[in-house]
């Protein structure tokens, strides 16, 4: 493993375009471009390689800031966090299948990662000493695609975003580390749009958010959805022709409560959010919801309360960035949030990059583009070390982990 004094196979920031920002009347539809912005200079960042783990997907940090697991291909690394900025590596835990999306359960004892038709769970305490820490699988069945996995604030129920079934796996967690795990651990599935992939839970446990990439084929911008009760999807601004790979897809909000006593009725409120909608996050208050639309290049915000009250009105802000923006991380308390701009598909004149958006300027409809770091190939999940100084990112295409100092961020 090698530490290095910045990241490889990206570019100071994507090609220019037009206006970075703007005052989002209407959900962006797909493009490909990007905005301008200066690179970030004076912002610290070590590489370590993960080759023997293959491409990393998920990366989660032990709330002790002790720990640091990368899930990657059929293994999970275990890194051990110290003084310097990259964590070292320990120990590996072999897993049968691919792995994506990874999360810790509220106690810290256990890992899930997203795998094939639900998740692995993993024994947190014996993956730091190298022990044989895979204690099982929680499986939907047929149902496939895994992407991302969250757990319940109360450890007791896990949530599964399948890509391929358009539906969210809910499993009775507790049941599966008490009993054994077997078939009677799925409690049931959530209906959503086609290609659900990214998950987050409000700060008070009482909502789930799941973005998917497409709309159900029944549905059209304006349509009404059959949620609980029915919300209108808002209107869309789709670019035929623009060239970007995806199409119009969903923010779907779910009551966490009823999730786990009737999944099928559990959706409260669904919104169209751009091209592509691949990851989500929420602010520390749980009053805005952040998106990245992959399709649209942009960052999108939406306000929990008017998801539920007002969805034709929720978006509040829009952001343009870089290409293919993935995962995102809020750092500096809150008022930053980091943007990984993937170029999964590659379009001419475009890198990857990791993109820098002041929050206060994105929800006044300012100029909100810092600017762009240097990232590796297919920059994809991050994680903010305890202390928030340090963000994790795993860059899939290059098999790397990088460490930013996003204490040095403008």
């Keep these: 493993m090698v530490a290095v004094a910045s990241c490889s196979g990206g570019s100071s920031g994507p090609a220019a375009s037009a ?6 009347a209407r959900v962006p539809g797909c493009t490909t471009g990007t905005a301008p912005a ?58 049968g299948g691919a792995l994506e999306g990874a999360v810790l359960t509220p106690d810290g004892r ?16 014996r993956a730091e000493s190298g022990e044989p820490a895979v ?15 969250t757990v319940s604030p109360d450890g007791r129920f896990a949530f599964v975003s399948l890509e391929n079934s358009g539906s969210i796996a809910v499993f009775d967690l507790q049941q599966a580390l008490t009993k054994g795990f077997s078939s009677a651990d799925l ?13 987050a839970l ?8 799941v973005t998917t990439e497409h709309m159900g084929r029944e549905q059209h911008p304006g349509s009404v959805t059959a949620g609980t009760p029915g919300i209108p999807i808002s209107p869309g601004v789709p670019a035929p022709g623009s060239g970007a790979v995806g199409g119009e897809g969903t923010l779907t909000v779910i009551s966490l409560a009823r999730a786990e006593t009737d999944p099928v009725g559990s959706v409260a409120a669904t919104v169209e959010a751009g091209c592509s909608p ?56 809150g008022k930053r949030i980091v943007v990984a701009d993937s170029d999964r598909f590659g379009p001419e004149g475009a890198a990857s990059s990791l993109a820098v958006v002041d929050v206060t300027a994105a929800r006044a409809g300012r100029p909100a583009l810092l600017g762009y770091l240097p990232a590796g190939g297919f920059p994809r999940e991050m ?20 460490a930013v100092s996003v204490a040095h961020l403008p």
């Design 19 to 24: 206006t970075p920002f703007s005052v989002p």
């Design 278 to 333: 691949v990851r989500v996050i929420t602010s520390a208050d749980g009053r805005v919801v952040w998106v990245t639309a992959r399709g649209s290049d942009r960052l999108l915000g939406f306000s929990a309360a008017r998801l539920r009250s007002d969805p034709a009105h929720s978006l509040i802000a829009s952001v343009e960035v870089g290409e293919a923006p993935v995962g995102l991380a809020l750092v500096d308390q």
């Design 187 to 199: 409690a049931g599935m959530i209906p959503v749009d086609d290609s659900p992939v990214g998950m």
């Design 383 to 402: 994680a903010l070390e305890p202390g928030g100084s340090t963000l994790l990112v795993t860059d899939y295409n290059s098999e790397q982990l990088a």
């Design 202 to 209: 409000s700060p008070d446990g009482r909502w789930l958010y």
């Design 110 to 125: 256990y890992l899930l990662a997203a795998e094939g038709t639900g998740a692995v769970v993993i024994s947190v305490s």
């Design 38 to 95: 200066p690179e970030l200079a004076g912002v610290p960042t070590a590489i370590e390689s993960v080759a023997d783990l293959g491409s990393p997907f998920g990366v989660v940090v032990t709330p002790s800031g002790n720990w640091s697991f990368v899930a990657a291909d059929n293994s999970v690394g275990v890194f051990r966090i110290g003084p310097t900025a990259l964590p070292s590596f320990a120990n590996l835990v072999s897993v």
């Design 135 to 149: 204690l099982g699988t929680l499986s939907s069945g047929t149902s496939s695609g895994a992407v991302e996995v």
